[in-house]
C-alpha cells in the first residue's frame, strides 16, 4: 500500500514536472505577487503613517514647530503645494492632509482610508499640542510613548512581510481549489480515471497521491516565495522552520481535499469555475488575506476563525512573522486540521472516476 | 471452482431517453473467447461496462469467476483485465511507465518488457502516450488489460478504427490470450472478426440477445448456406421485375443484388439467362457461404453497418 502510494507521489511529479507552463506559473505567479505589492507598498522607510502637509504661502513660526513636532512623533511628512496637494487629494492616494485654517490647522481625512488617516490625524493633534506648547513657552507637555511592532512583539515588520504569510496561504488554496479541483473535474470530463476505475486501486490512494505530491509543491513554492521575500525586502522567517514546516502541511492537507471535495460536486470544469470562485472570493476576502478585519462585525469576526484560512493565517503570521512557538495555536491548528480531515474523507467518500 | 467464466442473469439497465440494455443472460465458459456481436446502439458496451463494474445495473445478476460485485469488488478488480472502447490516459505518461504504474495496483504484475514484447510496443517503450498512432494507443490498451495477469479480459470493440494490418496483429494477441488459458469476452460490430476469433458469441439488438452459439451453428441455422451476388458498377438498379422473372427472392444492397438459395448450382445457370433476357446490367457473379453478416440480417430484417 504504502509503494502504491509512493508511485502515486512519483508518477504525478513526473506528469507535473512536464508540463512546464504550469510549473512556471505556478511559482512565478506568487512571486509576482509578492513584488509587485510589495513594491507598491513598502514606501522605502519602513511602516510610518504618512501625511501630506500643504504648504503656507508664508511660512511662519508655527509652521517650523509643527513640522519638527510631526517628525518626532514618527510620522512621515509629505510637504506640498496647495495645486499639488489637491491633485494628490483628487486622485484619492491621500489618506489625511494638513491644511492651514486660519490662526491654527485644519484636518482633511479621506474617508476611504479611515484607518491610516484616523491614526495619523491623532499623531497630528499630539504634535500640535507639543509645537503650541513650544512658542508658549509652556512646560512640554508629556507624550506616551509610542512604538510600532509587529503583533509578536520581535520585529517591526513592513507590508510584505505582512503580506508574504498571506501570499503563501492564498497559494495554497489557489493551488487547492483551482489547480487540484479544476484539474480533477476536467480530467474525469475527458475519462481519464476511467481506466482506473476497472484497478483495484483505492480511491483514497489516489487522493492522498496527489495530496502529498501537491504538498512538496507548495513547499517548494514557499521557499521560492521566502528567497525572493529576502532578497527584495529583507523579510526572514523570525519562527522555526520546523514549525513553519507543520503549519503548511496542515494547510495543504486542507486546501487540497478541500478542492477534491468541491470537485466532487461538479460535473463540468464551467459549473466547477463557478463553485469554486464561490468559496475563493469569500474565503479570501474574509480571512486578512489582504486586510485584517479588525472593524468588521464582532460576529463575523469569531465566525472567519471557525473556516480554514483564517485559523492557518493567523498561525503561519505568529510564527512566519512574530517567531511565536506552534503551543499557543493548537485551536487553530486543530480547526485547519478537522477541515483538512473532514474535507478529505468528504473527497473519497464522493469521489468519481467517470 | 465454477466452470464458468462468467453468469449474467436478467441484465437491465435503462438511460433517461433509452432502455440500452433490456434482459440479457450469458454464459461464458472458461478458457473460451466469447463475442458480443451487433451495430452500435445494440447496447453491448453498456452490458460490459456493467460486467465491469463499472455501471451499475438496474436489475439482473453478476457472477464473475464465481464472485459478485457486491461482494468481492476489490477482488474481481484483481482477476479481471479490461480495455474500454477509448482508453483516455495522462498524456505525458511513457508507454513504460504506464505499465509500471498500472503494474502497482495489482497484488501481482507482469514486467513491463515482457508486455510491451507481447504488443510488439518495444520501439515506443519511451515515447509519451499522446504520441502514439491510434494502433499503438490501442494495442497499449491491450497490454494494461494483461498488466494483472488476468483469468477474464474484457476488449470492447479492440479494433475499431484500426487498419487491415494492426487489425490481424491484434487478432493474434487475442489468440495468444486463449492460448494462454484466459477467457476472452470481446464485443465488435466486425462479422469477420467475430468469425475468426470467437468460439461463441451472442448477437445483440436493441438491448437484447437475439441469437447465440458457435459461429458455424448460427450461420447453419440459416436455411440459406449460400448467397448468389450480381455486382453492379454504381448503385442496383430496382430488382422487382427481375425477381419475379426468375421466381427467387432478390434483395437489393447499395451495389449489388442477394439471392440467398441453398441451391447455387442450380439456380446460377438460370440467373445467368434470365439476366441476360432482361438486360440487366451487371459486372459480375460471386457465390459465397453466409456468413454472420447474413445471420444478423436474417434476424433483424438490418444490415450491420446501417
Not at chain 1, 507624550?143 to 520581535?154: A, D, L
Not at chain 1, 481549489?177 to 476497472?198: D, P, Q, T
Not at chain 2, 460486467?51 to 453478476?62: C, F, K
Request: net charge neutral; glycine share 8%; charged share 20%.
Amino acid at each position: 500500500m504504502l509503494m502504491m502510494i509512493w508511485r502515486q507521489f512519483v508518477m504525478e511529479w513526473k506528469l507535473y514536472s512536464r508540463d512546464r507552463m504550469a510549473m512556471f506559473w505556478t511559482f512565478a505567479f506568487p512571486v509576482a505577487m509578492l513584488l509587485g505589492f510589495g513594491v507598491i507598498f513598502r514606501g522605502g522607510d519602513g511602516p510610518r503613517l504618512s501625511v501630506v502637509y500643504v504648504k503656507p504661502t508664508v511660512p511662519e513660526a508655527r509652521d517650523a514647530a509643527l513640522l519638527k513636532a510631526m517628525d518626532e512623533v514618527q510620522l512621515k511628512v509629505m510637504p506640498l503645494a496647495p495645486a499639488e496637494a489637491e491633485a494628490r487629494w483628487g486622485r484619492g492616494e491621500t489618506a489625511a492632509e494638513v491644511l492651514t485654517d486660519g490662526e491654527g490647522y485644519r484636518l482633511r481625512l479621506n474617508s476611504y482610508l479611515m484607518a491610516q488617516g484616523g491614526a495619523a490625524a491623532g499623531l497630528v493633534n499630539q504634535a500640535w499640542l507639543m509645537a503650541q506648547a513650544r512658542l508658549n513657552g509652556a512646560p512640554e507637555p508629556r507624550r506616551i510613548p509610542v512604538s510600532v511592532e509587529s503583533p509578536g512583539g520581535r520585529k517591526a515588520s513592513n507590508y510584505a512581510a505582512f503580506l508574504l504569510p498571506g501570499l503563501l496561504g492564498l497559494n495554497l488554496m489557489s493551488i487547492g481549489l483551482f489547480s487540484v479541483g479544476m484539474v480533477n473535474v476536467s480530467y474525469r470530463e475527458k475519462g481519464k480515471f476511467r481506466r482506473l476505475a476497472v484497478t483495484p486501486l483505492p480511491k483514497w490512494v489516489f487522493l492522498l497521491g496527489q495530496v502529498l505530491q501537491r504538498l512538496t509543491i507548495s513547499i517548494a513554492q514557499a521557499i521560492v516565495l521566502m528567497v525572493v521575500g529576502y532578497l527584495a525586502f529583507g523579510i526572514r522567517n523570525q519562527g522555526s522552520y520546523l514549525d513553519l514546516l507543520i503549519v503548511m502541511i496542515f494547510g495543504t492537507a486542507c486546501f487540497m481535499s478541500f478542492g477534491f471535495a468541491l470537485s466532487s460536486f461538479a460535473e463540468t470544469s464551467e459549473s466547477y469555475a463557478a463553485i469554486a470562485n464561490l468559496f475563493f472570493f469569500p474565503l479570501m476576502l474574509l480571512s486578512g488575506v489582504y486586510f485584517t478585519l479588525d472593524s468588521a462585525p464582532r460576529w463575523l469576526q469569531h465566525a472567519v476563525t471557525a473556516l480554514p484560512l483564517s485559523p492557518f493565517l493567523s498561525t503561519l503570521r505568529a510564527v512566519f512573522n512574530d517567531g511565536s512557538g506552534l503551543a499557543g495555536h493548537g485551536l487553530a491548528l486543530a480547526v485547519v486540521g478537522a477541515w483538512a480531515v473532514a474535507a478529505f474523507l468528504l473527497a473519497v467518500r464522493r469521489f468519481r472516476w467517470a | 471452482m465454477s466452470e464458468l467464466a462468467l453468469r449474467i442473469r436478467g441484465l437491465r439497465k435503462a438511460f433517461p431517453k433509452v432502455v440500452a440494455v433490456a434482459g440479457v443472460d450469458l454464459e461464458v465458459a472458461r478458457g473460451e473467447v466469447f463475442g458480443l456481436l451487433g451495430p452500435n446502439g445494440a447496447g453491448k458496451t453498456t452490458t460490459l461496462e456493467m460486467i465491469e463494474g463499472l455501471t451499475a445495473p438496474d436489475a439482473g445478476e453478476i457472477e464473475i469467476l464465481g464472485q459478485s460485485w457486491k461482494r468481492d469488488g476489490q477482488q474481481i478488480r484483481a482477476r479481471i483485465g479490461v480495455q474500454l472502447q477509448s482508453t483516455s490516459l495522462f498524456n505525458k505518461i511513457t508507454v513504460r511507465e504506464a505499465l509500471d504504474l498500472y503494474g502497482t495496483y495489482y497484488p501481482k504484475a507482469r514486467p513491463a518488457s515482457e508486455l510491451l514484447d507481447l504488443v510488439q510496443l518495444n520501439d515506443k517503450a519511451d515515447a509519451y502516450h499522446i504520441t502514439l498512432s491510434g494502433g499503438q494507443q490501442q494495442r497499449l490498451a491491450l497490454a494494461l488489460a494483461l498488466v494483472n495477469d488476468p483469468e477474464l479480459v474484457f476488449l470492447d470493440e479492440p479494433t475499431t478504427g484500426l487498419d487491415p494490418q494492426a487489425r490481424r496483429s491484434l487478432w493474434d494477441v487475442v489468440r495468444r490470450m486463449k492460448a494462454e488459458g484466459r477467457t476472452v469476452l470481446l464485443t465488435t460490430h466486425y462479422m469477420d472478426e467475430a468469425e475468426a476469433l470467437c468460439d461463441r458469441l451472442a448477437i445483440m439488438d436493441h438491448g437484447q440477445v437475439i441469437a447465440s452459439g458457435t459461429p458455424a451453428s448460427l450461420i447453419a441455422q440459416l436455411a440459406i448456406p449460400s448467397v448468389v451476388e450480381l455486382t453492379f458498377d454504381g448503385a442496383a438498379p430496382d430488382p422487382a421485375a427481375f425477381a419475379t422473372r426468375l421466381g427467387e427472392a432478390v434483395e437489393q444492397r447499395s451495389d449489388l443484388w442477394e439471392i440467398p438459395t441453398r441451391d447455387p448450382k442450380g439456380l446460377l445457370p438460370r440467373i445467368l439467362e434470365t439476366a441476360e433476357t432482361a438486360g440487366v446490367p451487371y459486372q459480375q457473379v460471386h457465390i459465397r457461404r453466409a456468413t454472420l453478416e447474413d445471420v444478423f440480417l436474417h434476424q433483424t430484417g438490418r444490415s450491420l453497418r446501417d
